[in-house]
Every structure is written in structure tokens, then in C-alpha cells.
């Protein structure tokens, strides 16, 4: 079975998310798989204390959750060396939030305005 990383992005409005997406796929060279998804900011404000062990420092207007066809440590890496206008936190199998989002992912509403560059 193939996993795919789940990326949150935390963003300010659209245009950052979008940029945050191109990001992603430009700078840190990971394939987004699929459509990116628009998910509650509020369960998103608790994956993200739970996973940095604290409140995020900023606050938010959108969250998108994204999968992409890389591991997850390899889509740590390559999100360390990008500077995106946007929060991203890669979730990894470990934490158990993982198999919720992946589960659910399917389910939430379509990110509209994001295409890929790969394609």
C-alpha cells in the first residue's frame, strides 16, 4: 500500500494559500496528488497544537489539507527549505490524526482556483 503525506496549510486568505500551494510543488518539488481540500479552521487549530505541542502563533482565515505522493520524511525535508506565505505542517502516519484526515479527505469541499503546474 502506498501512503501519501498529508500536508495543512494555514494560511491568511486564498492568494497565500494558492501561493503556499505552488510552493509546494515549484520550490519543494513534491507532487500534490489529487485536488486540495478546504477543511475547518477550528479542527485545524486543534491538529496543529496537538502536533507542535502549543497554540500556533498565528491566526488563520483558511486551512486546505493536501496530499502529496512523497513520504513523509521526504516531504519534511523539502518543506524545511521553502519559505511559503503560509504555515505548512506535514502530518505523519505516527501522529493519530493521520488516519482521520486521510479518511476524510475525500469528503471535504474541493480548494477552487488551484491548479497544478505539473500537469
Known sequence: ?????????RALNKKKALNALADIERHAKLSIDGKPRVIDVDEVEGIAKRI???????DIKLAI????????TKSIM???KIHPPAHLIVVSEE???????????STLKVFQGYY????
Open 1 to 9: 500500500m502506498i501512503v501519501l503525506s498529508l500536508i495543512l496549510i
Open 52 to 58: 507542535l505541542g502549543q497554540k500556533p502563533k498565528s
Open 65 to 72: 489539507l493536501v496530499r502529496v505522493s512523497e513520504s513523509t
Open 78 to 80: 523539502s518543506i524545511k
Open 95 to 105: 501522529y493519530p490524526e493521520y488516519d482521520g484526515l486521510n479518511k476524510k479527505f
Open 116 to 119: 497544478s503546474m505539473k500537469k
